[in-house]
Each structure stands twice: as structure tokens, then as C-alpha cells.
């Protein structure tokens, strides 16, 4: 060996030839192989420059382990699985709903062939892509007629334009509401170009608050579900039948935006006071609006209906050119849909039912079973199952808990913030929740099917 330490590196070709590199050329292109070589090569001569030695470390294949290390992590997809044991059912930051095998393999069916999104195939004529869902929402809904879009954001956003634009819409001032991520109803009715008529205030709001705002440019009655918060202790608001006798009385329209768009009465989970779309069809509303991801338990969209004659309107609006669903969703959305025309399908199928329908007995069965199977690991203090409670998250259902059973882990050796970032990064991605120094993974939100990939996350993490 040279005494010239930046001599004894090898070249770039040496690198190339080692089995390690020759076995990235079918994943990676040769380009961006033989640029990570050179940055290795590079960040090496800047360790030999600061006076660094070696030690026998720059061989051909040191540096084929460096290159493919490097790669691994540059070319590493954004978008990676999640094993979900947060509890928390609709996780915005994870996604929100899973959605059900079926409309799982709709959805990839439609990415990968073609479909008759627009084509009648009776006549051979064109035809509209809403027609997929329409019938579907109007049979589980009682409307008249249904369309959809993006998500309920654009929902309402279309809604007010094509229906209330330069008019006023009468909405009480407890719920203006803010869903995270920049929804907030006085922006979107600024950018809908509807006039926001607020009234009442924050607590309570009567018949005769929507009454005296009546005038000649209201267009609409606006009744808007807080998700997200509750306004409680001496309160009053006005009751949706006789927000739609006043708005008949006038010849109003009334929108009713429900948010999370239960189609099943969540009472049976044990929640109370969740919309139901139905209900509120029934109730005499022009339009009731509602987000495809939430209780639903669909894919990510935004249903609106009500009236034929104002879904017409909404769908002649030219936003919906730009809020209208892709192949894709509309197949997840459909599939949906049809599940729900059978309720026990409906409960036995949609992830977002099943998991809010699991047994508390089952959960502790499961998580007794992870605990004893997580305490054999090495590198862990100590796993026990116990009963926790969580909540439904994604904006719904805010104050309302949900009983259900965790195993709550300690670990050794590793403080439970770094052991939490090894699981967020290892594979497949684990997140659970952090308290007092432990980490909790509820196994309400974890798929049966994941226990064996949740207790390798678990290895592999201690393991680093
Ligand atoms: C969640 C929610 C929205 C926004 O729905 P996205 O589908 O997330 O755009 C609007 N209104 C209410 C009442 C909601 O709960």
C-alpha cells in the first residue's frame, strides 16, 4: 500500500465491478450508480483530508456496502405502509379510512384496464361518470339525486358557488367550524363567492336569530355538523326540521353539511348525535353534503345529495370539471357504496365498522396474546396488556371515548422517543401511541393480519 492514503482508494470502475453493484444495476439506473459512487468516494477524501484513517476500510466492496446503502435510502418511495396502533380509526396523517378489499380491487381494477366511466353501454352513448355512484347514494340516502367530488372541502365550496353565489347563507355562529388543514367556513364561503349571514352566537341560537336575517338576497339556510368540537352546558340551536319550515316558508334552500357521512346509526358503536344522511334527507333538507373518508369508510370524496334539480346546477357548475373524481376513486367510492345496500355486509366488511364493531373481549384476547409474545424479545423491559380508552379521530365524534385494550410496552436500553423513531422508520412503518414513557399499541386499529409484521417492526427495532 501507498503511503498516500488518498491513493489506496479505489476507482469508480473498481466499485462497479464488485457483485454487490453489478446486482443494483437491474433496480437502479447506471447514472445515479455511478454518481452515488463518486459522492462516497468524495465524502471519504473529506475524511482523509481531515486527518482520518482507514484502517483497512476502502476496499472495492466497503464501498459497493456504502453505495447501496445510500441508495436504499435516496431512492427510498415517500409513500410506505403504515401499521396503525394509534387506536385512532381515522387517522387524517395515516390516511383516514382503510377502505374495503372489494372497492380495494375496484379501484385497481379501473387504474390498470379501461372502464365505461363515461359510456353508456346499452346505446353506445356518452355518458356521465356520475352515474357510477348516483343511484347508489340515492337508494342508501332517500335524495332525489347525488353526485360527488374530491372531498366534502369542494363539496362545499361547489355547493355555495353554483347554488348561493353574490347571495347571502344564514349560518349560526356556533358552527363556524375549522377542520383541520385550513378548512375554515368563512374562507370557503369568501371563495365560493357566497355571502356568510352569521347569527346567534357561539352558545346559543334560536328560530327568530335565522328569521330576522331573512331578507331579499338570502339564498340559503346553512346547518353545519361541529365534528370536530362541542358546544356544551347552556346551549341551544335550532333543530333541522325547523330550519327547513322556515327555509319553505321563504322558498330557501337548506344545506346541511353532516361531515363525517354515517349511512349506519352509530348509537350501536355507542356513539351518540352523528348524523345520518338519511335522517337528514328525511328531515325535508335541499342538500345534504358529506366526506366519502370519514365514518363512511370509503375512499377520499366528497357526496353531495339532495334536490335533482340543484345536483344538476352543482354539476353543470364549471368547478366540477376540476373537482370531479378520477376512475379510480369512483370504483372505491361505488364498491362502497353497494356494500352498504346489505347492512351486516356493510358492518362486516367496511374497516372503518369492523374495527369501531370489535369486541372489547376480542381486543383483549389479541392483546394478551401480543403481550406474551412481545415479552419474549429481547431488549424488552416488560409488554402487558391492559384496557385503555382512544378516540375516533379524523374530526368526528371529539368528546366521545372508545374503550379498548393496549399492550403497553417499555423497552430497555433505548429511551422511548428513539425507540418510537426506530419503529416510524423501520419496515413496515409502526406507530403507537407515547405515554409516560412507554409505548402503547392498541390493538383496535391493527389488523389481525399485521400481528406477525408488528412483532418483527418490534425486533428489528431493538435490534438496531
Ligand atoms: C371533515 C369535514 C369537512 C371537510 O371534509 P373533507 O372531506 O375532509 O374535505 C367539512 N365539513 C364538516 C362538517 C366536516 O366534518
Known amino acids: 500500500m501507498s503511503d498516500n492514503p488518498f491513493r489506496s482508494l479505489p476507482s469508480v470502475n473498481d466499485v462497479l465491478d464488485t457483485p454487490a453493484v453489478r446486482n443494483l444495476q437491474g433496480r437502479h439506473d447506471h447514472d445515479l450508480i455511478v454518481a452515488a459512487i463518486r459522492q462516497e468516494l468524495t465524502d471519504v477524501r473529506a475524511r482523509l483530508g481531515k486527518g482520518e484513517t482507514l484502517n483497512g476500510e476502502a476496499t472495492p466492496d466497503y464501498f459497493a ?4 446503502q445510500r441508495l436504499a435510502r435516496e431512492y427510498r418511495p415517500k409513500l410506505l405502509p403504515v401499521i396503525n396502533a394509534t387506536g385512532i380509526v381515522l387517522h387524517t396523517n395515516l390516511g383516514r379510512a382503510p377502505v374495503a378489499d372489494e372497492a380495494a380491487r375496484a379501484a385497481y381494477d379501473a387504474a390498470r384496464g379501461y372502464l365505461n366511466l363515461e359510456l353508456d353501454l346499452e346505446t353506445g352513448k356518452r355518458s356521465s361518470r356520475q352515474d357510477a355512484i348516483r343511484e347508489w347514494v340515492c337508494r342508501l340516502t332517500g335524495a332525489e339525486s347525488a353526485t360527488a367530488v374530491n372531498n366534502n372541502a369542494a363539496a362545499t365550496v361547489i355547493a355555495l358557488r353554483a347554488l348561493c353565489q353574490g347571495k347571502e347563507v344564514v349560518i349560526s355562529r356556533g358552527q363556524l367550524i375549522e377542520i383541520g ?3 375554515r367556513i368563512p374562507e370557503i ?5 357566497a355571502i356568510l349571514r352569521e347569527v346567534g352566537t357561539t352558545n346559543i341560537t334560536r328560530l327568530a336569530d335565522f328569521e330576522k336575517a331573512i331578507g331579499p338576497n338570502t339564498a340559503a339556510l346553512m346547518q353545519i355538523h361541529t365534528s370536530n368540537y362541542r358546544v356544551s352546558g347552556f346551549t341551544k340551536t335550532v333543530p333541522l326540521a325547523e330550519l327547513v319550515t322556515l327555509g319553505k316558508k321563504h322558498q330557501l334552500k337548506v344545506i346541511d353539511d353532516i361531515g363525517s357521512g354515517a349511512m349506519v346509526d352509530f348509537a350501536r358503536f355507542g356513539f351518540e348525535g352523528e348524523p345520518v344522511a338519511r335522517e337528514s334527507i328525511a328531515s325535508g333538507v335541499d342538500l345534504v353534503l358529506f ?4 365514518l363512511l369508510g370509503g375512499p377520499q370524496a366528497g ?3 339532495g334536490k335533482k334539480e340543484w345536483i344538476q346546477k352543482i354539476e353543470k357548475d364549471p368547478l366540477m370539471r376540476a373537482f370531479r373524481l378520477d376512475k379510480m376513486t369512483l370504483a372505491a367510492l361505488e364498491t362502497t357504496l353497494r356494500i352498504y345496500l346489505n347492512e351486516a355486509h356493510a358492518l362486516e366488511k367496511v374497516p ?6 370489535t369486541p372489547l373481549a376480542e381486543l383483549k384476547d389479541r392483546a394478551e396474546k401480543l403481550a406474551h409474545e412481545l415479552s419474549a424479545l429481547p431488549g424488552i423491559f416488560s409488554a402487558r396488556a391492559c384496557g385503555d380508552v382512544a378516540f375516533v379521530g379524523g374530526g368526528s365524534l371529539p368528546d366521545q371515548k372508545l ?3 393496549v399492550v403497553e410496552v417499555q423497552v430497555q436500553s433505548v429511551s422511548d ?3 418510537a423513531q426506530r419503529l416510524r422508520t423501520g419496515a413496515p412503518a409502526l406507530i403507537g401511541r407515547l405515554r409516560n414513557g412507554r409505548i402503547l399499541f392498541d390493538l383496535r386499529t391493527v389488523f389481525p393480519e399485521q400481528t406477525s409484521g408488528l412483532i418483527t417492526a418490534v425486533r428489528d427495532a431493538l435490534g438496531r
Not at 65 to 68: G, M, S, T
Not at 291 to 294: E, I, L
Not at 352 to 357: A, F
Request: charged share 20%; aromatic share 10%; proline share 0%.
Open 65 to 68: 456496502l456504502l453505495v447501496e
Open 181 to 183: 388543514g385550513s378548512f
Open 189 to 193: 364561503m369568501a371563495v365560493s363567492g
Open 291 to 294: 366526506s366519502g373518508d370519514k
Open 303 to 305: 357526496i353531495l345529495a
Open 352 to 357: 372503518v365498522l369492523r374495527m369501531l364493531g
Open 403 to 405: 374503550a379498548t385494550w
Open 417 to 419: 422517543e428513539e425507540f
